[in-house]
């Protein structure tokens, strides 16, 4: 089991800037990354970023690219989102999520059917 907890979400304006933490605690050596989904009012569930838990990957959604930021902690085993420039669209609840170590060869992913556990979100509102 590993347990997630998000923090760090809240009202902010359009231009602002947040930064979500996800402490992780458990079997934390079972995982091979984390990663950030999100999920706005009446849509479905959307990837934002993942991190390697232990190799230099990461990967950021397309449309987030040059405003939001993934990076980790392992000795704290933490894992951040530094969201800037936010805007309206980006409201919704933050969920951080654990992918675990599977036998082979492993990558990053955005898909979260592969994501063994989940955080009870954060919720994050811009206002315009």
């Known amino acids: 089991q590993v347990q997630l907890v998000e923090s760090g979400g809240g009202l902010v304006q359009a231009g602002g800037s947040l930064r979500l933490s996800c402490a992780a605690t458990?079997?934390?050596?079972?995982?091979?990354?984390l990663a950030w989904f999100r999920q706005a009012p009446g849509k479905e569930r959307e990837f934002v970023a993942t991190?390697?838990?232990?190799?230099?990957?990461?990967d950021v959604a397309d449309s987030m690219k040059g405003r939001f930021t993934i990076s980790r902690d392992i000795a704290k085993e933490m894992v951040y989102l530094q969201m800037n420039s936010l805007e309206p669209d980006d409201t919704g609840v933050y969920y951080c999520?654990?992918?675990?170590?599977?036998?082979?060869?492993?990558?990053?992913?955005?898909?979260?059917?592969?994501?063994?556990?989940w955080g009870q979100g954060t919720q994050v509102t811009v206002s315009s």
């Open positions: 991190i390697a838990w232990s190799a230099y990957t990461s």
């Open positions: 999520a654990a992918y675990l170590l599977r036998p082979g060869i492993q990558s990053v992913t955005r898909d979260a059917h592969e994501y063994d556990f």
């Open positions: 458990g079997r934390t050596r079972s995982v091979h990354s």
